[in-house]
């Protein structure tokens, strides 16, 4: 059986570690030890609900990092809204929807 993923190369997607950080970052390229992402955040549970915070503070945002395979739970698309908080929080531009 074929199985295709959700996502595709440039997407904003979320991951969960095993650590049980749930993280959102652009995927830059998938590879058979894992992935590697940039600008990548953590969620974190604030008193508005859901924030954001640099998952890694010691490396410049723009840098890509690869994430291993043996690390990662499960790999998916972002949800739109959240998606749009994402790039909103890492571009500083406002997305406007139709």
Known sequence: MLITTPYKEGDIVSFKVTSGEEIIAKLIEEEPSGIVVTKPFALVPNNQGLGMMPWIMSISPGEKIRVNTSTIML??????????QYLETTTGLTMVTK
Do not use: A, D, R
């Open 75 to 84: 790999v998916h698309k972002t949800e739109e809204g959240i998606s749009k």
